[in-house]
């Protein structure tokens, strides 16, 4: 079984500031690993993914992750943050071998002025 | 290209009466299709999955029910809502036979609050 753990449930942070957010994940198979946001009342979106290859991965929205193995952990970063980037975000992760995902609980990010 | 549908977007129910949430899926055949629901601060929790026609998988012991009368079509029902099923429904679907690399494709979900 796979299991996620997002390390930090809120994440105030200033305009044009970076951002990390911090996810770690737990399985006994290689996987497949996600970043999704939510905006209020609204459906996640995929911001990223991780299946295979290059550990640095580039999504939506000028966000970007890395994997890293050794750590088992898949960090979500954006170099300068906006307004509109205020929303939840969570981390998702598939085994190779199964269709299903498991998600994170969520950070939730506040962006101020 | 595929969609996903779900509605009604908001739901205000009296508690003890019936729930029929829908979704339903276009431009894909066979996909998996799953129930979510958000509780005030408590994250994702997976209600039911279904890997084909009348195929249900319940994750969680609850109030609710789910069906899968056709390919892309998926329903979340209960007979007698509580007040503790209030919260954001969200329906999600993925290609079958594509393992989990694809990811979830999210339906914009339901607010549901029980009064």
């Known amino acids: 079984a796979q299991s996620v753990t997002q390390l930090d449930s809120q994440v105030p942070v200033f305009e044009e500031a970076p951002v990390e957010l911090r996810c770690n994940y737990s399985?006994?198979?290689?996987?497949?690993l996600f970043w999704y946001v939510q905006y209020p009342n609204q459906g996640l979106q995929l911001l990223l993914k991780?299946?295979?290859?290059?550990?640095l991965v580039k999504g939506i929205n000028g966000f970007e992750a890395e994997f890293n193995k050794s750590q088992t952990s898949f960090h979500l970063r954006k170099p300068s943050v906006h307004i509109s980037d205020t929303a939840e975000y969570f981390c998702?992760?598939?085994?190779?071998?199964?269709?299903?995902?498991?998600f994170g609980a969520g950070t939730t990010v506040t962006v101020r002025a | 290209s595929q969609t996903i549908h779900q509605w009604p977007a908001t739901l205000v129910q009296p508690v003890g009466s019936p729930l029929s949430l829908e979704c339903t899926v276009e431009g894909t055949s066979n996909p998996n299709l799953y129930w979510y629901r958000q509780a005030a601060g408590r994250g994702l929790q997976l209600l039911f999955y279904s890997v084909g026609i009348g195929q249900i998988s319940s994750e969680v012991p609850q109030n609710l029910s789910a069906s899968r009368p056709q390919d892309r079509q998926f329903i979340l029902s209960s007979k007698k809502l509580l007040l503790s099923d209030s919260g954001f429904y969200l329906c999600?679907?993925?290609?079958?036979?594509?393992?989990?690399?694809?990811?979830?494709?999210f339906g914009s979900g339901t607010r549901l609050t029980v009064v």
């Open positions: 998702a992760v598939s085994p190779s071998n199964d269709y299903k995902l498991s």
């Open positions: 399985s006994s198979v290689s996987v497949y």
């Open positions: 991780y299946l295979s290859g290059s550990t």
């Open positions: 999600a679907w993925n290609t079958a036979g594509a393992g989990g690399r694809g990811g979830y494709t």
